[in-house]
């Protein structure tokens, strides 16, 4: 008798009282936007979209067999070493190696392409790990980093976000949004590496996936005003707080908790990095372009604040937001492997491996006894690195040394861009700091007489897994290595010509061998207009939403602030164009084409070439005043 009482009386308890509401108030029709500007898109032609395994060219602590990119998402598990106190931690912008004497860097790294934090200075990122502690957000200058030994920063140029925690379940993914706006730490300099640290927890099998990562230009992006209104609050110890979840459709609650960082600001209760937000505030803004594009919709969650963050009530799901896809654009002409290629042009046999002609020392044991079995099928000269039983080397030494005509020497004037496809068999390593750490590195060499009198060697270059193309200019004196004292390090330009060249495409000390694929290989020059002042561009345009995109096309003396002469201008759809400009009217000098693509949703895109025209400055025929373009 007393239970059935006592269930009566709480069932009279409930009946009189009013429960909470939490109504969601704006977007309530469809909203449009355009994609805003974003760094990796905009600057390194790289969406950080995890459409392939090295979007994230490094991380530490992570089990290599348990990486895998597939569907846009990146996932990976805990194996941190056994001395450091951090768990693993990826690097979506990485730095490089060693700073400027260290490796040669080539690609998509800070080095080559410093963030512009003052301009860029928004980060969002969407990410779950299924053991959640503080997360953090670390950005460095110049490559230096904590050494590991604690959580407090130390380094004179590493930062990282305040205590960070992320205080929901384990394994649900959240949307960190990082306004760095007043931040002086980010903004007072550009930066060369962004580190994120999904939990600092040191536990050996914890799971991370990476959907996205975004580092935006605020004033590029419009504004999503979330609002909402309650009803019946009951009185609390503490003011209840709101949460806000991104979902992907409208159906089934189970979007992303989104949570938000903003110095400075006094009216948000963070708890660590989640935007626990006072319910009477009734608003919550973001700029869009920390979404990519697609379809968002958003729903609220009520929360009491007394210890126990209860959930109290739920809205419905809002309208629509949709995030316009961005137009791509590549440079393939000018590109550093698109200019007159040396082999090609001089030689009239490209150093493509499509046989042993390309290749100048399979007949010289003396410098063949560093790899075997070597062959040549499927365009790609392969053999495997060896260190030759009784040598007192450390590593291997395997040489190509590519077909050079003592008689037509390269012109260190005319070729100067080198570039290289490259892939090494993994059987022996691990992880990517396992595979550099024992020898996945590669290096240009190139000489008259001999190494010793007159030879440079190259700083050494990461190679990475798959199959990558590695290009670089040889003129700057920033690439001979300077601490390799054998070569005379005199750079490219110490003489007109040069008769031998090589490429060593390891350094492994693996005693079982590492078989390698050189696939292709070129050294070419700047690329030029004709004579008659035309310079033939070649570009990719893609726009996903099938947009049709207006292209303006301008000249820059130098790669910065898209401030150049405008050359020409066009309205295209995707697809690859053939572009002829007139150049008559430009002075002779070094010229960097940028274009600005607009698509009919109103995205920008802008993207320079990686490297300049160069202009003589004499036409052989009278030009038009006008700049102009002719589709091939």
Known sequence: MSKAIACIFVVGLLVGVEAATITLTAPVVTVNV??????????????????????IMWEENFDETSI??????????????AGSSWGGYVFPLFQGHGGVDGALNAGLTGMNY????????????????SDRSVNALHWTRDGNWPDGSSLVVTGVDCYWTNTAAAMHSNDKAIIYMYDLSTNTEWTDANITGVRHDASTNKLVGTDVSYEWFRIIDPDSSEAMNITWTTTDMPSLPTTPHVKIFVDTDNAGFDGALLGMVRWGESNVNFNGALAQIPYNLGSFSFPTAALPSG???????????????TFMARSEYSAPLIVN?????????????????YATAVLGDPWDMAGSSDVANLSNPDYQKNFIDATFADGAFAATAIIPEGSSQLHTDAQVWLHVDPAKPIDTSRYHYLSYTLSVDDTYYTNISDKVKYGWVTRAIWWNRDIATDGTSTKASVTYEGVHTYSYDLRPMSVPDPYDTYPTQDGWLASSTWSYLRIDPLETNNTEGTRFFLHDVKLTADPKP??????????????????????????????SNFDGVEIGTGKFSSGDQALTIDTCNLSAGSYYLYAVVTDSAGNITKRYTDIPVVVSGVCKRACSAILHYLLN
């Open 34 to 55: 355009s994609d805003g500007q974003e760094y990796f898109t905009d600057v390194m032609n790289n969406p950080m979209d995890f459409d392939k395994r090295r979007d």
């Open 68 to 81: 895998t990119v597939a569907n846009g998402v990146w996932n990976g598990t805990y194996l941190p070493d």
């Open 114 to 129: 410093p963030l512009e934090s003052s301009r860029y200075r928004f980060v969002a990122l969407k990410s779950s790990v």
């Open 295 to 309: 379809t968002y919709y958003f729903y609220l969650e009520l929360f009491d604040n007394n210890g126990a963050d």
């Open 325 to 341: 896809t961005v137009s791509q654009i590549n440079f393939e002409h000018p590109s550093m492997t698109s200019g007159e290629d």
């Open 530 to 559: 004709d004579r008659d002042g035309k310079f033939r561009a070649r570009i990719r345009l893609f726009d996903p939403d099938g947009d049709t995109m207006q292209v303006k096309l301008y000249a820059d003396a130098n790669r």
